[in-house]
């Protein structure tokens, strides 16, 4: 960016002005379904029958209440996060220790091993998810949290392995190697030598994880048929296919399910965005 | 979507409104199963959490009364096709269980033996029920269930806008004509129409068939005598393209969703809205005029209403615990019930109901009359999806949507209904 | 983040672990191998276990459900062989849902590439605001697809849209239309969520990578009297192709499998003009429980996609060779 503070010249800055117009125009347009949820959700009911798109034309937190408790966006809610937190730690700590052990540590059927986690990462969900469902309700997994948080895991571990085994791999052998010299076992070396220095990966890969999981439709859709543990996303689009269904609490449903994720993604942008850039840089 | 129908049948469904948010639903918790004052009930899963509470007060006032411990259980619509009849074979499933009255559902599961014969109990406890409405639940000379409320789909107006314009309702198709010509010149839009749900596309063609070929028609289309590519149904779903070319209808309907054409019919933007008796409730609520509900009128009259039945109770033939859940039956097949579901849910009981000391609308209230009318003999057509397989509602809902659209010819559609029925 | 548009970032691409890391054989000892390998079989365990259950499993059960009529109670589900597929090959259905694919991967691929390149050239070259203009333009990414189409289905609102009244605001009344229910533009008004979607991701990452762009050349072209176009087209596009070609690659497979937003905003109608192989899949699967149908077509769309992925992955290994040996 050096090069452009030193040809700032009148046409340059009539031309930056220029970009910054564009650009918050632009920005406007982007975010503009957002300011559209927000404005209809905090409508009163009565404004919303008549002018639902009008942008806030009414105030009143009604449309929220009535989305939280008669809508049920509250349990929804909640089991979103039954649903996300514990999917997202074992992604997390299953990959660090996958991706430490393809990385750093030669075993007998690395190779193979490696070979599945790489099969993971090619093969859409799509390809196994109608067979997945008889098998979960084969083996009672069906309509639980522990089935769910099973498959959402599994869904996220490949690339978590890639994610890890990939800041593990950039570590120097010296680090290691210092480490045995000074008598350290194979499990401390990983724990307090490697470990500390993957942390920021870890991070990245959890934001990630977090939100991808959060965001998932397609699997408690399809293996949470009953209501129990029906998260956001679910949720949200059970009440939009309703025989009649009123604009105002929907468009608060909306704002619920998408406000933890604005959330963090404006909190820990930097991590967020490493997860998606990972692939880019990292490869 | 498929799945909205199919909720928006559990909605309208009168026993099954509970909601997963209390936490008393367990699917496949048997715990209590040893205890014979303990049975399961199955219901569809509602949309509406605040009617499940009215609910579970309700049968609570049974489980005292009796003695008997109800445990609601809820599934959607969609699973508990998929998972009931594994569950009532594995001998898993619920010891009371509400299902569709309709051939393809109870009576599906009542020819494989899983349901327990009620033909008796009938007698001994004298339920009083519609012969209509107990036809649907009969297999083989044998009543396996309760019927479910009815639903009943017609054509709503706003009798405001008829008196100002001097309009009548209509009583033919040529009535609607002209009055649908009026209503344009006077620049509001004659019948709002929204399909971009699809299932309400079922809704309409149920309609204008059940008015030009009478139940005895439409019995013949689900029996097989006849055949689906035949004129009347080609009419019948040529009538909505004309529709739809003479602008009766809002502008392209395949995308006015079920949501904004009930906006339109209550901010008088459009005069008629062609739908069910489910919305009886929400008319009361949200339209500040007086509304009329009709049957949506045949080539040559007045027509007939269209309708079906929500889902009703079945007693598993499985349970081991068959008095307690005749009990409970008993309890929701009394006319207590039916009149607490009217006034709760505000849909129609498929018994006659005094509505005098009842707290009812004018509007429910004369949609109760016209219902116990028909069982005395008039004549009652049938809501199309819940009397025939799944490849034939999808051949429907695509079917009519692609007529709003041109995309499809009613002649396509038809051959496509008689192709989908042969499957 | 979404099906509709990638799920996950591509990965470094596979291989055995890469140089620095690699454990030094030479150096360690017999005890110390032996001590490495029981702990690296002991950390991969839970994880092999878990994929092998859910998702190797289900994946073979795939392959023996597509030669034979499941319907999803039958325990022992006759054998029909290859009829599943030539029932597919003759379904018109299926054809009118790969036009659909083809549709939405070649313009689902190239506009957000456009549309993503031009968002981060833009924020690229202005400094102030800067982080404003990265959440405003990524965000949409990290939204759920159902929200999202929530949410534009009010904008494609026919009378009350913002779409619809925007146009009528510029004098363009007579373009109008109810564009979710119009069999000619229901496919391209979803196609334009997705974009919108897909465009930020395009975005983020072209934006990271024009932070590598070698300001020297960029200098040096400029002193040669290039304008900005040729600037783009000489000095910055050969420099990010890489992530370029990953981008690609991720919103082109995307558009196999593409799901979420369809399935939200029209749930493939009307009358199936939005239909892709993916809500297809789905509709045969879990309404028509036709099972075993359902999931040779989503075989179908795996298989359709491997040759395109390994083509892109290719060639992106390619290039970032190249780049390294410059």
């Known amino acids: 960016m050096k090069y452009q503070k030193a040809r700032l010249d009148t046409r340059g800055k009539l031309r930056l002005t220029g970009k910054h117009f564009l650009l918050i125009a632009l920005s406007i347009v982007m975010v503009f379904p957002l300011i559209l949820t927000i404005s209809t959700a905090l409508k009163t009911p009565s404004d919303v029958k008549l002018n639902p798109f009008g942008l806030f034309s009414s105030f009143s937190w009604e449309n929220i209440t009535t989305a939280w408790t008669v809508g049920s966006f509250g349990n929804y809610f909640l089991n979103s996060f039954l649903l996300t937190v514990p999917s997202t730690l074992l992604v997390v700590v299953l990959s660090t220790m996958g991706g430490y052990a393809f990385a750093r540590l030669p075993f007998p059927g690395r190779g193979i091993a490696f070979y599945v986690v790489v099969v993971g990462l090619l093969v859409p969900f799509f390809t196994y998810m109608i067979p997945l469902y008889f098998q979960l309700r084969g083996m009672g997994l069906l309509d639980s949290l522990l089935g769910v948080n099973l498959v959402l895991a599994s869904t996220g571990l490949s690339f978590g392995t890639f994610f890890m085994r990939a800041f593990f791999s950039d570590l120097p052998a010296e680090l290691d190697q210092a480490a045995r010299v000074d008598g350290a076992s194979e499990w401390q070396i990983f724990l307090r030598v490697m470990l500390p220095l993957v942390t920021s990966g870890i991070g990245a890969l959890s934001v ?71 692939g880019a840089v990292k490869g | 979507m498929r799945t909205s129908v199919l909720k928006g049948l559990a909605l309208a469904s009168a026993g099954l409104l509970a909601t997963a948010c209390t936490g008393t639903s367990t699917p496949g918790g048997d715990e209590g199963d040893g205890d014979a004052q303990s049975i399961r009930w199955l219901i569809e899963e509602p949309e509406d959490a605040a009617a499940l509470k009215s609910l579970e007060q309700h049968v609570a006032t049974f489980e005292k009364d009796s003695g008997i411990e109800v445990k609601i259980t809820t599934l959607p619509f969609d699973t508990m096709r998929t998972v009931l009849q594994t569950q009532l074979r594995s001998g898993e499933g619920p010891d009371v269980f509400n299902w569709g009255s309709g051939p393809s559902f109870g009576g599906a599961l009542a020819r494989n033996g899983l349901i327990y014969d009620l033909t008796d109990a009938y007698e001994e406890n004298g339920w009083e029920i519609y012969d209509f409405a107990k036809e649907e639940v009969t297999v083989d000379g044998k009543v396996y269930g309760v019927p479910g409320e009815l639903e009943t789909i017609g054509l709503f107006y706003n009798k405001e806008i008829f008196d100002e314009l001097g309009l009548q309702a209509p009583e033919s198709l040529e009535d609607l004509d002209a009055v649908s010509q009026e209503l344009k010149s006077a620049d ?159 849909t129609i009981p498929p018994q006659p109901i005094d509505t005098q000391g009842l707290d009812v609308s004018p509007l429910l209230a004369q949609v109760l009359e016209d219902t116990a009318q028909i069982s005395d003999g008039g004549d009652f057509g049938y809501n199309i999806d819940v009397k025939v397989s799944d490849a034939v509602n999808e051949a429907m809902y695509d079917g009519v949507q692609g007529v709003l659209t041109g995309q499809r010819t009613p002649e396509q559609v038809a051959e496509d209904l008689q192709a989908a029925a042969q499957e | 983040m979404t099906t509709a548009a990638p799920q996950t970032p591509v990965p470094p691409a596979p291989g055995p672990a890469r140089g620095q890391g690699r454990p030094t054989q030479a150096g360690s000892s017999a005890v110390t191998r032996k001590a490495q390998a029981r702990l690296g079989m002991l950390l991969v365990t839970p994880l092999m276990v878990l994929t092998a259950v859910f998702l190797v499993f289900p994946m073979a059960n795939a392959a023996y459900y597509v030669f034979v009529d499941f319907n999803g109670i039958d325990p022992s589900p006759p054998w029909i062989g290859l009829s599943n597929f030539t029932e597919l090959a003759q379904d018109p259905d299926v054809w009118a849902a790969f036009k659909n694919n083809v549709i939405w991967i070649v313009v689902g691929t190239t506009a957000p590439l456009v549309v993503g390149l031009a968002f981060a050239l833009l924020v690229w070259t202005v400094h102030r605001g800067s982080r404003w203009y990265r959440l405003a333009f990524f965000f949409p990414y990290v939204l759920p697809q159902v929200a999202v189409g929530v949410v534009w289905g009010w904008i494609y609102e026919p009378s009350r849209g913002w779409l619809n009244r925007a146009l009528e605001f510029v004098g363009l009344g007579s373009f109008t239309r109810g564009w979710l229910g119009d069999p000619d533009t229901a496919l391209y008004a979803v196609l334009g969520t997705a974009v919108w979607t897909a465009a930020a991701f395009v975005f983020i990452i072209v934006l990271s990578a024009l932070r590598n762009v070698d300001a020297d050349l960029m200098d040096a072209a400029r002193l040669d009297g290039t304008n900005s176009f040729q600037r783009l087209v000489y000095v910055i596009i050969p420099q990010i192709m890489p992530v370029f070609l990953m981008v690609t690659t991720i919103t082109l497979l995307g558009g196999f499998s593409v799901f979420d937003i369809i399935f939200v905003m029209t749930g493939g109608g009307p009358a199936g003009a939005t239909d892709v192989l993916g809500t297809y899949a789905y509709s045969s699967a879990f309404q028509l429980n036709r099972i075993s149908y359902g999931t040779t077509l989503a075989l179908i769309i795996t298989v359709l996609a491997i040759p395109f992925a390994v083509m892109m992955n290719r060639l992106q290994r390619r290039l970032s060779l190249q780049g390294m040996g410059a």
């Open chain 1, 208 to 278: 990630f994880t977090f939100l991808t999981n959060w965001n998932n439709f397609l699997v408690p859709l399809l293996y949470i048929p009953s209501g129990e543990y029906r998260p956001l996303t679910t949720g949200l689009y059970l009440f939009l296919g309703g025989r009649s269904i009123d604009i105002g609490p929907l468009a608060a449903g909306t704002l619920i399910t998408i406000l933890p994720v604005i959330v963090l993604f404006v909190a820990m942008q930097k991590q967020v965005t490493q997860g998606f850039l990972s």
């Open chain 2, 188 to 346: 509001i839009i004659p019948m709002s129409v929204g399909d971009k749900d699809a299932w309400p596309g079922g809704h309409l063609l149920s309609m204008t068939l059940s008015s030009a070929i009478g139940s005895d028609g439409m019995e013949q289309l689900f029996s097989g005598d006849k055949s689906w590519d035949s004129p009347e149904v080609v009419a019948a779903l040529e009538l909505w393209q004309d529709y739809n070319e003479q602008e009766y209808l809002p502008e392209s309907p395949t995308s006015v969703a079920y949501e904004t054409m009930e906006t339109m019919f209550y901010t008088g933007k459009a005069a008629m809205i062609p739908t069910g008796s489910w919305l009886v409730g929400e008319m009361d609520d949200n339209a500040d005029f007086e509304v009329g509900y009709i049957p949506f009128p045949g080539p040559d009259g007045p027509g007939i209403f269209a309708g079906g039945l929500g889902s009703g109770p079945f007693i598993s033939a499985g349970t081991s615990k068959t008095d307690a859940a005749l009990e409970f039956v008993d309890f929701l097949a009394s006319p207590e019930h039916g009149e607490w579901t009217v006034e709760n849910f505000h």
